[in-house]
């Protein structure tokens, strides 16, 4: 059976039958399509995506069946179905897109029982652990797999290796998950060189960083009210904070003002180098900001403000960064104030739907009518993707 657990959406199920996939390029006009076609990545990338499968004849999006049958996830690299997994209780793996994360070539899926957590590697159960949690985070670092997670039943926060407690932190706030603009698809944990880390605050106000399994203190600024991010970037801390007149960035050499607008939510994000602030403002606008003005890689064309919720920010390799920002019941890719693509009636249903690309962006969409079939949209192309369901996520990786 389905598992009926999405985090932010409606649950879906069915049985599935075998079905081969075909990509067509479409007119982006929405004329018929044309022959059949494949997505040519660069020779030294692959691009991985991964869709869960229902039958032809069930409604989705209604989800008639309750969850009382299966439904399948599938993997797909340069186009080509390259595996297929059965998911549901017996399996372990979940259809909910917030479970599923494309990270080094592998797909990692995590799922909740009534008293476990099981964390899998294409499609193989890779450990579990007793209580359960959401994820905020999974690094493969070495011969090892860290996680970082939530009891849904609180506030108490774990840190793990292969499943084994390393770190319980209680009434703590971690910086950072899969959703957020400023943290990449391993979520709160990340490198730093030849390092892994995440950060953390706890319930008096302390903030912490966790590096190589390594507790220790972070220095917040005395002025600071509420810390809104902690980052590590070459060993140093960068710490995002609002304060009396606004919000700041304070870095190992001087500390920038972001105005005195606070921000709801938000962080730092490093882009080729560059520093910037992104986020939801207390205004309910999205705004990204370059931080270091005058650095030559500066391009004003990403700052700005984005009106509409939800959004979500993918950043290029040359300070390029586009909003994909909810309008309507469909989105808009934005950069700066030019919308460079308009997304009507669709679902993108997590932020690893996105990313941007060599030349420009892979966005994984979901149309909202019955009967239409997901595509992925690259660079300026729409591809379709010939089965009855949705993409839960997308990746344009280097070949190892």
Known sequence: ????????????????????????????????????????PEPDTVLLFTAVRVPEDYDWHRDTAAGASSCEL?????????????????????TDPDTHHLIGGHLYTEYVTDAETVVGRDGEELFRYAGRELLLGILPFGSSVYTVGRHRSGDICTFRKNGELLLQMEDCRIFGDFGSSAYGRTGALYRDGDHFCFCYQDLSGKCWKVVDGQKSKVSVPSSAGRTVDVKIHDGKEYIMYEATLGSNIKTP??????????????????????????GNRYNKANG?????????YVNP?????????????????????????????????QEGEDVLYEIPSAYIFTRDCAQATEGGFLIGVT??????????????????????????????????
């Open 1 to 40: 059976m389905c598992d009926m657990n999405f985090r932010f959406f409606a649950a879906l199920s069915a049985l599935l039958p075998t079905i081969v996939l075909s990509c067509e390029k479409v007119d982006t006009k929405g004329r018929t399509p044309g022959a059949t076609i494949s997505i040519t």
């Open 74 to 94: 599938l993997l797909y690299k340069d186009m080509e179905l390259a595996a297929v997994y059965h998911t549901g209780p017996q399996f372990f793996i979940s």
């Open 367 to 400: 149309p909202r009518a019955k009967g239409a079939k997901p595509y992925l949209l690259f660079e300026d192309e729409e591809y379709v993707v010939n089965i009855n369901g949705y993409i839960t996520s997308v990746a344009m990786e280097i070949k190892r």
């Open 253 to 278: 050499s001087r500390t920038y003002s972001l105005g005195p607008v606070g921000w709801s939510s938000g962080g730092i994000v490093f882009c080729d180098g560059a520093l910037f602030a992104v």
């Open 288 to 296: 990204i900001m370059a931080v270091e003005e005058g650095a030559a």
């Open 301 to 333: 064309s990403v700052e700005g403000i984005f009106f509409g919720v939800p959004a979500f920010f993918i950043y290029g390799l040359k300070s390029e960064a586009w909003a994909v920002i909810a309008e309507g019941d469909g989105f808009v890719v």
